[in-house]
């Protein structure tokens, strides 16, 4: 029989951690970091490395970590290795040793150091295998430095080791019964294993990479600094693939979202989950789109649009909000103050202002005027609303679904419409308009006499006190 082929590197994520600090029910390496968690990121930089396997060492919300981790597809299908009582990063490296197998090399990565890419890897192994190291760590310039255990001095040093390393599978962990516990933390240090290598005169190589301040998910802070930092890097490859961000540092753009070219963003844009943004569209100010496709020139300012589609050239806002499941076809209005839910504006048709459109379709070319509102729940159920083609609904009307509005109709401004409305019909619905004339002159006669009586009354009551 042939001998099984082995994978020549295994990576090995470490997200055990519980991430105290933070003070959050959400495990540290499933905090978001620009809308993926922390681990997703780290995975993705560990795939540059082609791995054979894929350990992931959990502890600390094991259900919830492995869970997410499933989700994402990852290949190789990811082994899991529940470490038990956390004694540090040396000691989840070591309970990972039997899911290994017998590799060549280990990739070991902390899962919750979210800025660390693919080129990092692949670079970090290039070096690795030029020099034949039997461990090769990746080192940067820190902004903040944490560990517990530091001298003063060493403090002041700015390069610091990051928990990425290559190590050759067999010199690991021959290495890692060795480590002690000789710190504040009484945990087995994963970087003391290159102390040991290199007293054993093993050749250990770093290479130094620029994460443009390096911090890790620890606390709120340490999130925040990573946050900046990643929302920089996006925003950096979106300009460079020609998108306009007029303000790049007020811009919030998720590491899933896609932006065509000409496309301008301006100031507290916030596009995020997988929102795709078409070419020559306009973005903003003050606009946050989730999950939602807008297509090629369309214009969506001083807006929320959410699991929707903004068809091209459509226009959305100022002050609208567009709800899951709506679709704007070419040219479409929702103007201001509208909200749409549900439903599809069709081409080149309008609701410019003050409505409520909910579980509906309107057809092309269609004006529904100010303040009218599709009345689809019952109390109980929700109901559809059809206006066709070329229809024009009256400013203040009331759809109350279920109801149909045919090719060409018209609702009177000011109606409360129950039937469905036939094709090029008009439909009105209101009581008959009563004028009474010389109101205002004998109303104001009236109110000007009550006030003069008022006041006679109450001079005599004070003349009476004084008596």
């Not at 529940?82 to 990972?96: F, N």
């Amino acid at each position: 029989m042939p001998e099984k082929t082995v994978p020549s590197l295994a990576a090995v994520l470490l997200a055990a951690g519980k991430g105290k600090r933070l003070k959050s029910k959400l495990p540290k390496v499933l905090q978001p970091v620009r809308g993926r968690p922390a681990l997703w990121h780290v995975a993705r930089a560990a795939m540059a490395a082609r791995p054979g396997r894929l350990v992931v060492v959990v502890g600390h919300g094991a259900e919830q970590v492995e869970e997410a981790v499933r989700s994402w597809g990852l290949r190789p299908e990811p082994i899991f290795v529940r470490q038990g009582q956390p004694l540090g990063t040396g000691h989840a490296v070591g309970s990972a040793e039997e899911a290994v197998g017998r590799v060549a090399e280990v990739l070991v990565m902390a899962g919750d150091d979210p800025l660390v890419e693919g080129a990092h890897v692949r670079r970090l192994l290039g070096v690795h295998h030029r020099t034949k190291a039997a461990a090769s760590i990746l080192t940067t310039e820190v902004d903040i430095v944490e560990e517990p255990d530091l001298t003063p001095t060493q403090r002041a040093v700015r390069e610091m080791s990051t928990l990425v390393y290559v190590f050759r599978r067999d010199d690991l962990f021959r290495a890692l019964p060795l480590v002690g516990r000789d710190n504040r933390l009484r945990e087995y240090y994963l970087p003391d294993v290159l102390g040991i290598l290199m007293d054993k005169g093993e050749r250990v190589s770093a290479v130094k990479g620029d994460f443009g301040g390096w911090a890790g998910v620890n606390s709120r802070a340490t999130m925040a600094v990573v946050d900046r930092i990643m929302r920089e890097r996006i925003n950096a490859r979106h300009m460079a693939k020609g998108v306009t961000i007029l303000d790049p540092e007020t811009t919030f753009i998720d590491v899933d979202v896609r932006i065509g070219p000409d496309t301008i963003l301006h100031p507290l844009a916030f596009l995020e989950g997988e929102s795709r943004i078409g070419s020559g569209a306009e973005i903003g100010p003050a606009t946050r789109i989730i999950d939602s496709r807008i297509d090629d020139g369309a214009v969506v300012q001083f807006s929320v649009v959410r699991g929707s589609r903004i068809g091209p050239r459509a226009t959305v806002g100022p002050y609208a909000h567009v709800r899951p499941g709506t679709v704007l076809k070419e040219g479409a209005k929702a103007g201001s103050f509208v909200e749409i839910k549900a439903s599809e504006v069709g081409a080149g048709s309008k609701v410019p202002h003050l409505s409520y459109v909910g579980d509906a379709r309107i057809g092309k070319g269609t004006n529904i005027g100010a303040g009218t509102v599709t009345v689809n729940y019952d109390g109980y159920r929700k109901h559809r609303t059809v206006i066709d083609d070329d229809v024009r609904i009256g400013s203040d009307t009331m759809l109350v679904a279920p109801i149909n509005v045919g090719k060409g109709a018209v609702t009177g401004a000011g109606s409360t419409i129950t039937k469905d409305v036939p094709a090029g019909s008009l439909a009105v619905e209101r009581s008959e308009q009563r004028v009474v004339k010389g109101y205002r002159r004998r109303k104001d006669a009236d109110t000007a006499a009550r006030a003069k009586a008022g006041s006679g009354r109450s001079a005599g009551s004070k003349a009476k006190g004084k008596r």
